[in-house]
């Protein structure tokens, strides 16, 4: 039956599927189909079971070695060593699985953040819902930049068209219509499918078939979901993993092959090398890289950041430029016509609260004639906003997104639209007076590149097109003005003095939008752009405010601190660009203006060395994002790119992060971005490039930690059979030593609060190395100071009691402690302990404490010293492991101290 749907009419589809054309379904009628036909999703990939996660674990070479040189052992009637290495080697395993969990998990949650939502209309409301929720008979309202969400029988349209590449293949966009229809699926001009994309105009239309039932998932393609592919990071890092394999199995055998040298029988220095190997190869690097991302991702989820593929996190924190959409993003999109300038000269000026439609209505020179009339109708009809109080609308066809709400008056559709509606309700003249729905026979959508928008309007005298747009691009359509009563020519003197008049708006930061009117000579003409939109009346200009959103200001001035450039980008007119960048600071001394007209005459190499110096570009449009991402590249800058319109996608794609818009934005703009606003706003973006610098910090404090502790561990048993000293560890302290200290704390580590000036410093080269900054020497200077601290240790107990049991408890106790110390020393790389705040990160706080106190129970039960081969110690004994393991954290602080204070010297000195 889905596939004879097109053959049907619009009526005979809402009869069949019981369903009221204007009202929608019901939510309890919606509700009952959902339990019928269930949700429309279609099948997903199953993630890994928790078993089979289990097993996973141990598929880890030297591990399986392990497990084996274990059974061996058993065999040989080591039963309590073998039982006691298996179970630390389950742990371990347990701990693995945790981890993996964990970042399967938030993964996870990462996609339902992003999953895709559709407006429909129900119980005689327009409302957005989850995409898997709809259900057939649901009427479904559809634009530009929307993917399609169901398989759906189109009863009005206005220029739509859908590209169908993903089921036909076809990549060109075709024109929809319903009353047009043929056999093939590409050929059934009346429907549309699931995973298409609405590349312009609008549609209505009735759902017919959901999830499995749709085309899509009768061919059982799979849509391309959000993406989860390694971040940069996450490959250098498997790399730097593969090499650190290497180089451990290489000391491993060496420190096996020098102990039986010495006369060390070889299976115990298998055993301890294979050991040594596991503990020492940072097998858990990759899980705690995805978790530490996946939860800032979700950090930033809750500061209004979505992050739809992972390696944007890593990107945010490189940002070196910000571009920024202006309407929307920099300022609220709350607008409010201040001033109406007819082409006679009237001058007005209307205020009133937010979207209430009362207000006042002052001239300042002129009065009411036919231009102000024809202007108020013009605004009025060429619109697509809903101006409704409550939960009643006063209807228009086709409606819009929600935009606000003030005083219980809200505006649904494009906030420009809502600003002129509650104009002219101000002025007396609603929609819903002016004309039937019907009477509106056609629409000429608005487009970025076009800067305009018609309608066409069945009067008495015959068809009539009311258009707005741009005023310089009106301008240009227009042959006559209508002054007061009369249509006159439009002279150039007329148009300069039009011109001036809206300068002088535009640099008091108001966004103008111009009306003109053409009576059509007849009504069977071809209805396109061409044909209509020319020789037309120019009526006049209405100018709105649109303040900008209120941490604005301060998150530019964040971004100076930063080190990154914030560029705003607009369609409007480049005095109302200029003037609202200077209102936010975004305008520094010698920064420069560009408008479209004059990028359109640089050629590429020029723009890129004019972009360095550009802050502002306005009147372009999304084509030429494009151009001004690949110029800031090419200046080698990292660029982020915000974008909303379904022709931003390219321009949000190349850039090094594509930002959309939640709210406003469209759902090709969203599969293209890397990260989505969920409330529009220019500070989320800074405060996500915060959170992309703090995260990749974190990264590189656990890095420090692990591999300075593993260094230390490998350092310690190497030298020690260097020097002829008896092995200082067994296989399983070691194991167990592993299992205490890079589990808890270094997970922990991941979660740490970030640096307070971490906005203060430049961005991080994209291309930098994970070491830079002196961290690999930091890595190498602790694991030399941690294994010698232990050796000496080691040495020392030796030497005084030959007690190798003794000495042994005491060099297992001084690694751990060490361990469990120098990971608060890792916290910050520029500050002491002291400064970041001891109780800053409970969680570590926590997962040291439980460390300690677990390394303390080995200490003390009975059953655990024998499996651990460790002796009670003395408090003097203590008091020396404890003194040496706190040693590395009280130096670093020293350091950390004298270095601040010759800093404070040096400026000082400066002054
Ligand atoms: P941004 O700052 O995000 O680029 P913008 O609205 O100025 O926003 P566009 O949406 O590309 O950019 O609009 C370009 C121009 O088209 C606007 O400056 C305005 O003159 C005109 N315009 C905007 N919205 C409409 C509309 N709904 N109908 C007619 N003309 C419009």
């Not at 993993?241 to 096996?256: K, R």
């Not at 026979?441 to 018609?454: H, Y």
């Not at 954290?889 to 000082?908: D, H, N, S």
Request: charged share 20%.
């Amino acid at each position: 039956m889905p596939s004879q749907w097109h053959m049907l009419t619009g009526e005979e589809v809402a009869r069949m599927l019981a369903v009221d054309q204007s009202q929608g379904l019901g939510e309890k009628e919606a509700e009952a189909r959902y339990r019928e036909v269930g949700p429309n999703d279609l099948p997903r990939q199953q993630g890994v079971p928790l078993w089979q996660m289990f097993f996973n674990q141990f598929k880890d070479f030297m591990v399986l070695v392990l497990l084996a040189a274990t059974a061996i052992s058993g065999l040989l009637g080591e039963y309590a060593d073998a039982v006691t290495i298996m179970l630390i080697v389950v742990f371990n395993a347990i701990l693995g699985v945790l981890q993996e969990f964990r970042a399967e998990k938030s993964l996870a949650a990462l996609q339902k953040l992003t999953a895709p939502e559709a407006r429909v209309v129900r119980n005689g409301q327009e409302k957005k819902i989850l995409a898997a929720r709809l259900v057939p008979g649901d009427i479904v309202l559809l634009e530009a930049g929307d993917r399609v969400p169901a398989d759906v029988r189109l009863l009005q349209t206005a220029q739509l068209e859908v590209e169908e590449s993903i089921l036909t293949g076809e990549s060109l966009p075709v024109r929809k219509d319903p009353a047009t229809t043929g056999s093939g699926v590409g050929e059934r001009r009346n429907m549309v499918f699931m995973g298409t994309m609405v590349t312009r105009g609008r549609g209505r239309g009735i759902v017919v078939a959901t999830g499995p039932a749709t085309e899509m998932g009768q061919i059982a393609r799979l849509l391309a979901g959000a993406q989860h592919e390694p971040t940069p990071l996450q490959r250098r890092l498997a790399q730097l993993g593969g090499y650190l394999v290497g180089f451990c199995l290489l000391i491993c055998a060496a420190v096996v092959v020098l102990g039986v040298y010495r006369g060390e029988p070889l299976y115990n220095m298998f055993l301890a090398g294979v050991s040594l190997a596991v503990a020492a190869i940072p097998e858990g690097l990759p899980a705690i890289v995805t978790v530490v991302l996946a939860v800032g991702v979700q950090r930033m989820a809750r500061r209004q950041a979505i992050v739809r593929k992972l390696p944007a996190v890593e990107t945010l924190g490189c940002a070196t430029v910000i571009c920024a959409d202006k309407t929307g993003t920099i300022t609220q999109n709350k607008m409010q016509v201040r001033q109406v300038v007819t082409a006679g000269g009237s001058v007005a000026e209307i205020t009133g609260q937010g979207y209430e439609p009362r207000g006042q209505l002052k001239f300042l020179r002129g009065r009411e004639s036919r231009d102000w009339q024809l202007l108020m109708k013009a605004a009025a009809l060429c619109n697509n906003a809903v101006l409704k109080r409550g939960g009643l609308s006063i209807s228009g066809f086709f409606r819009g997104r929600a935009a606000g709400q003030y005083d219980g008056w809200q505006v649904q559709g494009d906030p420009t639209e809502g600003a002129l509606l509650v104009m002219a309700a101000r002025c007396g003249f609603w929609r819903e007076k002016l004309v039937r729905p019907e009477e509106i026979v056609a629409e000429l959508p608005f487009e970025s590149e076009r800067k305009r928008m018609t309608v066409l309007v069945r009067e008495k005298t015959g068809l009539v097109a009311y258009t707005k747009g741009a005023p310089d691009v009106l301008l240009e359509l227009c042959t006559h003005a209508c002054r007061g009563e009369q249509i006159v020519p439009l002279t150039e003197d007329v148009k300069q003095q039009i011109m001036q008049q809206h300068s002088g708006m535009a640099a008091g930061a108001l966004r103008v939008l111009a009306f003109a009117w053409r009576a059509l000579p007849s009504a069977d003409m071809e209805l396109s752009p061409e044909n209509v939109e020319r020789q037309m009346v120019f009526l006049g200009m209405a100018g709105m405010y649109d303040p900008p959103r209120p941490q604005v200001g301060g998150a530019v001035a964040l971004c100076r601190r930063a080190g990154i450039k914030t560029v705003m980008i607009t369609g409007d007119h480049r005095l109302t660009a200029q003037a609202v960048a200077q209102e936010i600071g975004l305008m520094g001394r010698g920064d420069q203006i560009l408008t479209g007209q004059e990028l359109d005459r640089l050629p590429d190499h020029e723009l890129s060395a004019r972009a360095e110096k550009v802050s502002v570009y306005a009147r372009v449009t999304p084509q030429h994002k494009l151009r001004i991402v690949r110029a800031l590249q090419e200046n080698g800058h990292v660029v982020a790119m915000t974008g909303d319109g379904v022709n931003d996608a390219p321009a949000v794609k190349k850039a090094d992060i594509g930002i959309a818009m939640g709210q406003s934005g469209t759902d090709v703009t969203r599969e293209a971005a890397g990260m989505v606003l969920a409330d529009d706003d220019f500070s989320t973006i800074v405060a996500a490039v915060e959170e992309g610098r703090g995260i990749y910090d974190n990264i590189r404090k656990f890095i420090r930690y692990l591999l300075s502790c593993n260094v230390g561990e490998v350092l310690v048993m190497f030298v020690a059979v260097l020097a002829g000293l008896p092995l200082p560890l067994l296989p399983m302290q070691i194991l167990w030593m592993n299992l205490v200290t890079d589990g808890l704390p270094a997970m922990a580590l991941g979660m740490d609060p970030y640096d307070r000036d971490i906005m203060f410093r430049p961005p991080r080269h994209p291309r930098e190395n994970i070491f830079t900054g002196g961290l690999g020497w930091r890595i190498l200077g602790s694991g030399v100071l941690i294994a010698a601290g232990t050796l000496l240790v080691f040495a020392l107990a030796w030497y005084q009691s030959k007690q190798l049991d003794l000495a042994r408890t005491m060099a297992f106790n001084t690694l751990v402690f060490f361990q469990l110390f120098y990971v608060f020393s890792c916290r910050s790389e520029y500050h002491s302990i002291w400064e970041v705040g001891l109780t800053s990160n409970p969680y570590l706080l926590l997962a040291v404490a439980i460390s300690a106190a677990l390394q303390l129970l080995v200490n003390y039960v009975p059953l655990l010293q024998r499996l651990f081969h460790v002796v009670p110690l003395h408090p003097v004994q203590w008091g020396l492991v404890v003194a040496v393991t706190l040693l590395p954290l009280l130096l670093g602080t020293v350091y950390r101290t004298l270095q601040k204070r010759l800093k404070e010297k040096i400026m000082y000195l400066r002054v």
